[in-house]
């Protein structure tokens, strides 16, 4: 098969899979560290693919995410004969059973790294065994975004026992003032979509800040293996200091 990944996870899902499958991604697809010395053509961003580049590739299936692509994009892919997988991910178990969906449909065996992933959420622990903690999970600065209802961040963070205060805003990624948020036990800063850093980020909550790696916590992939495990040791590095 030929196949064209416009969502960074599923791409890392299929070329670590599979990697011969895979031969257009987008420029946000950083991992495997590999792919351009694979052959594999970049077609521009998530939300702005270049159609006419991805059509030229002539892929038997092209991966796609609700969230993260446009409709319109998709219509016109569709409109030049495309056959156009999208997945929808907002929690844990789903993301399981999407990316064995992907799997299945790129006609891949069910691969080794996706049952450890299972089993390493099954097994996920409490941050905090004595109690559930409290967070905002900012993804963005100028202006102040953060995680609100329905994410899969969310999700990989609720079942880790943190929960964040901004969940069951009506937006899924609504914006908000640090000086107008709740007391809280942490401020989870990613590195991605925004690269929040120590001298970028921290300083702007009176809470404790942990930086975690961007993709344990929103990528649903290979990285899910780890995640649990990356997240837990972040998050109790801070909180124990």
């Excluded at 099954?122 to 941050?127: R, T």
């Excluded at 970028?200 to 344990?216: C, H």
């Amino acid at each position: 098969m030929r196949v064209v990944s416009l969502v960074p996870s599923l791409t890392e899902a299929v070329a670590v899979t599979s990697p011969e499958l895979l031969v257009g991604c987008t420029d946000w697809c950083t991992h495997p560290a590999d792919l351009a010395e694979r052959g594999v053509v970049r077609v521009r961003g998530t939300k702005n693919p270049d159609v006419e580049a991805v059509l030229a590739l002539r892929p038997d299936l092209v991966l796609a995410n609700e969230e993260e692509n446009r409709p319109v994009d998709l219509d016109a892919l569709r409109a030049g004969g495309l056959e156009v997988l999208v997945t929808d991910v907002r929690t844990v178990p789903q993301a399981l059973t999407e990316l064995d969906r992907v799997l299945t449909a790129c006609e891949l065996v069910r691969p080794a790294w996706l049952d450890e992933a299972e089993k390493a959420w099954e097994a996920a622990l409490p941050v905090d065994p004595t109690r559930r903690l409290t967070a905002v999970v900012p993804i963005w600065r100028r202006p102040w975004m953060a995680l609100g209802r329905d994410t899969f961040a969310g999700d990989v963070l609720a079942r880790l026992g943190v929960d964040h205060v901004l969940a069951w805003d009506p937006e899924r990624y609504p914006r908000f003032d640090p000086d107008q948020l709740p007391a809280l036990d942490v401020v989870v800063l990613p590195d991605e979509p925004y690269l929040f850093t120590a001298d970028d980020g921290p300083e702007a909550f009176a809470a404790p800040a942990a930086l975690v790696d961007g993709r344990s916590l929103t990528w649903y992939g290979p990285a899910m293996v780890q995640a649990p495990g990356r997240l837990t040791r972040a998050l109790r590095s801070v909180l124990d200091a």
